[in-house]
């Protein structure tokens, strides 16, 4: 593979496009048949038209990841593919005026080019795209299944709207009051949906965050509060002046004797009644108008209401208070109905006082502290109860008990759990996604599409989109079809799956991607999962990866797995920050892959990428970082060339360990280069801190150097042809192209992949001399260099015996002197 013309020049251009036409003519990446099997993933993109320096670090770390355990000798599945359905391809296929098809295809050409030039290495015969009708017909399959068991059901419903994308959103799509997206408004629309059960499998999803001890500590708690599970108690309180009831939910039975008000969401079935029934129906509607405008936001952080005219009876104490409306209180949580103590919750607490409700203190500080007769705000924590009658001096949490146990007693309450997930929502009111296979018909009502005619394929051969508006509805050669049942005329449903739909399961394809006769092969399934290390972004952590749990666990109940969990272990890599901001176009901070390959070539932009910050960082872009990642590189290319230059060049370098010998200076760079071997080895298979890991590589490649200018002929010494070719083993993974090249012009041709990881001897680590620091009082006075095996009372002796330190006595005796093996000797006066 070299090319000995241009051995003193190193053209990174030449050079990366010949090893990856090498990788690419010998499938380089391709899956080992046997051995022992480890899954490497990366979140696969979306084909967006280019890539960006996000995707370069999010690529990089996998591949450095995929490198090094296939020198560890592991069989690594490292798959790519795209994530092809969605929104943003339609929308820039209506603003160029072509279907989204070919937009999208044109996109993954583009972007594949654009991996291998980045020296990636995939196995490509697993490629797959999510907008073939080959994958998504199995994910239709599927939902077909999903609807007889239950899982998948249709309901009228409020959902998120946003009408600059003209379509649904899940509950986990909306930021605050925003699209996920594009970041325009969200509003409450009623309509006819397709939604999941994610919620009947809330506990075990809860339940299976302990097993993830893989995972980054942030993002099982966001998922562990997304999921949201609160345990309380439903309490009944009698209407007066309707003679109904309502049932409200807490997390805080021990304060329900400060009960001084209850409100009730706008949407609650019971909100128009009240208003009827208290008088006050013109103002309550205008109310409830006003709310039902306000976007979820908005409502989140308000504290407005108004009085229906009606009161409720507390059960645990007969006494009456007032119901209102609250643009706070939301319909999705609980039973859409709050106890309000405003003394012990500070939103109730500002509401009240607004409101000019009263407010009873009934906790009190648990280490005796009075609390003021007027508060300030709400005394929020736990503590001791009074005015609560025969609960009083209980403790809360013994309260909850005792008052939940009352209120069953009296009939009028139930302790139970309650999420704050909800269930899916998967329709979509667009054109390029997944087709759902139902069919609805007059007289039959709604059926799924039968098996055997999969897959219901997306119509491709459309004219220019106009307005964001889908077609299919429109189109009587998709919608007309025939009613399985009755044979009579049916339509076909024309809303299209959420793409987040198609990157649930993606995993579980790519290990048999061209299996026909079924969604899995059995066998690759138990060989390759779960997916040994997933590599993405934190962003995903209530999106992706909370759905990829969820749809996992079905297909296992389906009967298609046999796994619960999908990832291992999860690495979430931080941004790409230019100017104290993310790249991004509307900013004009981006930097272009493509302009940086031209310059300085792949491996510099692999190199900096990886360097310049620990993965689950923030990256900070910075010119003179790219440029110092060049010049090591340099560096590194100079230091191979002359080890060849001054040897035979007929003869291939040997890469053999020479041992300890020859002379302090060789013994010293051979004991380096263990050193080095150790830490790397650690840094990425351990820990994946790949920028320490460098730190570590350029350490060695400035200790070879400086072997070689202490002494005569050293270009060729044991010592350091052992450092250059176990330094270029361990650049491998991060800078491919060179050290591929390096080896094989050192090596006569043979193949680095082939020779595998280094190794370090346990034994070179250890250090025939330490240097110990000596102070006083604990301030440094003297440093002593001695051997490693030298006892206290001998290094007690040595320090006290320093010139510094007998200045520093004056004469007098140590109080005492305190010695730590191998590191320092403090004398204490």
């Known amino acids: 593979m070299s090319d000995a013309s241009t051995a003193d020049f190193y053209d990174p251009q030449e050079i990366e496009l010949r090893w990856q036409k090498h990788w690419r003519d010998t499938n380089a990446g391709a899956a080992p048949a046997d051995g022992d099997p480890c899954y490497l993933l990366e979140m696969f993109p979306y084909p967006s038209g280019r890539i960006h320096m996000g995707h370069v670090r999010n690529y990089t770390i996998g591949d450095v990841m995929a490198r090094f355990l296939s020198a560890n000798g592991r069989a690594v599945l490292h798959p790519m593919g795209w994530d092809a359905f969605g929104l943003p391809a ?118 299976g965050l302990e097993e993830l001890g893989g995972w980054p500590e942030k993002v099982v708690t966001m998922q562990r509060n997304w999921i949201g599970r609160s345990t309380g108690v439903e309490i009944d309180f009698d209407i007066v002046e309707s003679g109904s009831s309502v049932t409200v939910f807490t997390t805080r039975a021990d304060t329900l004797f400060g009960c001084t008000f209850a409100s009730l969401a706008v949407e609650h079935p019971l909100a128009q009644a009240l208003a009827d029934a208290g008088g006050r129906g013109d103002e309550v509607r205008a109310f409830i108008e006003k709310v039902s405008a306000q976007d979820p936001r908005e409502r989140a952080e308000g504290k407005d209401g108004v009085f229906t005219g009606c009161h409720a009876i507390n059960p645990i104490n007969d006494e009456k208070v007032p119901i209102y409306l609250a643009n706070f209180v939301l319909m999705d949580y609980g039973t859409g109905a709050v106890m309000a103590v405003p003394a012990h919750d500070q939103r109730d607490f500002e509401f009240a006082t607004a409101m000019s409700i009263p407010i009873k203190q009934v906790i009190a500080s648990d280490d005796g502290r009075a609390l003021p007769a007027e508060l300030d705000e709400a ?23 005792a008052i939940a146990t009352r209120l069953h007693e009296l009939g009028k309450g139930r302790e139970v759990v309650h999420y704050r997930l909800r269930d899916w929502g998967v329709s979509r009111q667009r054109y390029w996604g997944t087709p759902i296979p139902v069919i609805y018909c007059d007289s039959c009502g709604v059926l799924p599409v039968p098996e055997d005619t999969l897959p219901v394929v997306l119509p491709t051969n459309i004219g220019p989109l106009e307005g964001g508006k889908s077609p299919l509805p429109e189109m009587e050669s998709f919608t007309r079809t025939t009613c399985p049942n009755c044979k009579g005329p049916a339509r076909r449903e024309t809303d299209t799956m959420d793409t987040f739909m198609e990157s649930s399961w993606y995993f579980l394809r790519f290990t048999a991607p061209r299996c026909s006769d079924a969604p899995f092969d059995p066998d690759a399934l138990k060989r390759w999962l779960p997916v040994s290390q997933y590599i993405g972004g934190v962003e995903h952590a209530v999106l992706h990866l909370l759905y990829s749990r969820f749809y996992t666990r079905v297909l296992r109940d389906l009967g298609w797995l046999e796994i619960s969990e999908p990832f291992e272990r999860l690495l979430t890599q931080g941004m790409v920050i230019k100017d104290g901001a993310k790249m991004s176009k509307s900013r004009g901070n981006v930097v272009d892959p493509d302009d940086l390959v031209g310059k300085y070539g792949a491996d510099t932009a692999r190199l900096f990428s990886l360097f310049a910050a620990p993965p689950e960082k923030d990256l900070e872009w910075s010119d003179r970082g790219v440029e110092g990642a060049s010049r090591f590189l340099g560096r590194v290319w100079r230091l191979g060339v002359s080890v060849i230059a001054a040897g035979d060049r007929q003869a291939a370098v040997s890469w053999d360990d020479p041992g300890p010998g020859g002379d302090s200076d060789a013994k010293a760079l051979w004991a380096k280069t263990h050193e080095t071997t150790m830490r790397v080895t650690r840094d990425i298979g351990e820990r994946m801190h790949f920028n320490t890991a460098v730190a570590a590589i350029m350490e060695l490649v400035n200790a070879t150097y400086e072997y070689r200018s202490s002494g005569e002929d050293r270009d060729t010494a044991p010592a350091t042809t052992f450092a250059v070719t176990t330094t270029l083993r361990l650049l491998l993974p991060f800078v491919p192209h060179l050290a591929c090249e390096l080896w094989s012009r050192l090596t006569g041709g043979a193949a680095i992949e082939d020779v595998g990881w280094p190794s370090f001897d346990e034994a070179a680590l250890a250090k025939d001399t330490v240097e110990i620091v000596v102070q006083v009082n604990g301030k440094l006075r003297a440093r002593l260099q001695v051997a490693a095996d030298t006892s206290d009372a001998d290094l007690q002796a040595a320090a006290l015996a320093e010139s510094k330190v007998a200045d520093a006595l004056e004469g007098r005796e140590p109080r005492k002197v305190i010695v730590v093996p191998g590191r320092l000797v403090n004398v204490v006066l």
């Open 90 to 207: 339609e929308q820039a296929a209506i603003k160029r005026g072509i279907p989204p098809a070919v937009w999208t295809k044109d996109n993954i050409d583009t972007m594949r080019v654009q991996l291998e030039r980045m020296g990636f290495c995939y196995d490509w015969d697993r490629e797959i795209a999510t907008c073939d009708k080959e994958y998504y017909r199995w994910e239709q399959l599927f939902f077909i299944q999903m609807l007889e068991r239950g899982i998948a059901y249709r309901k009228t419903a409020k959902v998120n709207w946003c009408d600059e994308c003209g379509t649904v959103l899940a509950n986990e799509q909306v930021d605050g009051d925003e699209c996920w997206r594009g970041h325009s408004p969200v509003r409450q629309k009623e309509l006819d949906q397709w939604f999941l059960r994610i919620t009947d499998y809330a506990d075990e999803l809860l339940e």
């Open 379 to 401: 005394f929020v924590d736990a503590g001791i109860l009074h005015a609560s009658g025969a609960f009083d001096g209980q403790a809360s949490a013994d309260a909850r008990r």
